[in-house]
């Protein structure tokens, strides 16, 4: 004994060093993602600059951290530094909680998108194009249980009865956290071309499809509409209403031809017409006032793909499309729609002739 190294007398006053604290990990990402079928847009998409808030109250910078009595031995005042820092999330959506200090129970954690990609409201005819995604915060339950992570649940804070549409949790266990952020605004890159003049129509339209994924990256990359409506009723903008879209093909309606000049496009995900859900007509409908409040179009000017599309060959260019049924589908509820105002329904009895569509 006694061959230890002995005590420097120049001990210093404060030693800082690192030490892993109880965290929980978190990864957010940019994802469509519904519990019945796991579909995620693509995968791996993480937000980076994400902050959170825990009860109201910011996380970090939570940079020092003293131990017990502010000493520990020797006269050596210790101070911790938390290896998170004042979190948020990093370049592939990894951010790391620190949980010291918050107690077992239910606690609300809010994750804010960067500013410059934050919307404040689901997607309508304000929504401008400022990034190449952008998201509203999301509010998420989770129930902490001897310093883990027990349940976890999005949330709507004002409203606990009220369902959230713009994010879920994508999966936990006790020690992370995977939280999906629904875009309400990804920015198509096909290249929308500037309108010479206002819209002054609006075409409907379904994917065909029962998830939103694939059409979603046929929006971004080739062609697509100015807006889609998930199966659960959020809405994702993709061009502003004030350019042109890509998703009428060879179209007329009235005299003029080529309907992507004229008008507002709108998808909506459904395989077949009859299965469309109520959370989806209620935000069509929303979304359709607004539009002809604010772009100053005709309310009976909302029609289907249907009723403009025309073939593609040079000599059929004046005919309606042999599958113009098919889009938004042979049972759209055109009659809920009238019922708002909002399209028309043509009159039992009444015989259209081939001169009278689009007339
Ligand atoms: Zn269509």
Redesign the pocket.
Known sequence: MGEGKPIPKDVPKNVKCTIELPALEIFVRSAFYHADNGECFSPGEGITGATFELDGKPFGPKTSYYGANGRVSSGVAMKVTVAAGAPASKEVGWAKLPLTGVADGDHVLKVIPPPSQASTAAADSSLKDGAKRMWRPLHIKMTLKEGKLAAAATCDPDDAKKKINHGSVGAFDETSLAIDMKPDWIRSEYGPRSRGKSASLIVL?HTGKKLIGSSLHEAINAKGPHYEIDIDGHVVKLVEDTKIAS?AGTSKWGSETGCNALSVGIEIVNENADDITEAQYGSLIALLKGLVKDLGIKSHRIIG?ADCRTHDKPKDTELLSSDRAD?PGYKFDWARLEKEALGMVPKVGVTLGAEDWGG
């Open positions: 339209h998703h793909h889009c």
